[in-house]
């Protein structure tokens, strides 16, 4: 059985930095396609930082780039997603997710899910 547990969320003002981190169990996550997700209330869900099982190329959207960066330990199972410079507008529950090996493009075809961790970002 898959399961995703996220941690490291929490409260910041703008500009300010947080790192949120994902275990993984019940896969071997170094096969796996990983990404970040996140959700605003009222809003879609949408990727903010995938890696493809595919080649490893990372895939971040434009309002993150440059800010986010996403990294992984397959030794640790584990995955992480560094935020910097965090704005009001990245306010959200954030998700980690994986993706069975060659199903995945950018943030697309995700399969297993976290609970999600929330990030406020306020003054």
């Known amino acids: 059985q898959v399961q995703l547990v996220e941690s490291g969320g929490g409260l910041v003002q703008p500009g300010g930095s947080l790192r949120l981190s994902c275990v993984a169990s019940?896969?071997?996550?170094?096969?796996?396609?990983i990404g970040w997700f996140r959700q605003a209330p009222g809003k879609e869900r949408e990727g903010v930082s995938c890696i493809s099982s595919a080649d490893g190329t990372p895939y971040y959207p434009d309002s993150v780039k440059g800010r986010f960066t996403i990294s992984r330990d397959n030794a640790k199972n584990t995955l992480w997603l560094q935020m910097n410079r965090l704005k009001i507008e990245d306010t959200a529950v954030y998700f980690c997710a994986v993706a069975l090996p060659y199903t995945d493009h950018q943030c697309e075809g995700f399969d297993f899910w976290g609970q999600g961790t929330q990030v406020t970002v306020s003054s």
């Open positions: 019940g896969i071997d996550l170094d096969l796996y396609g």
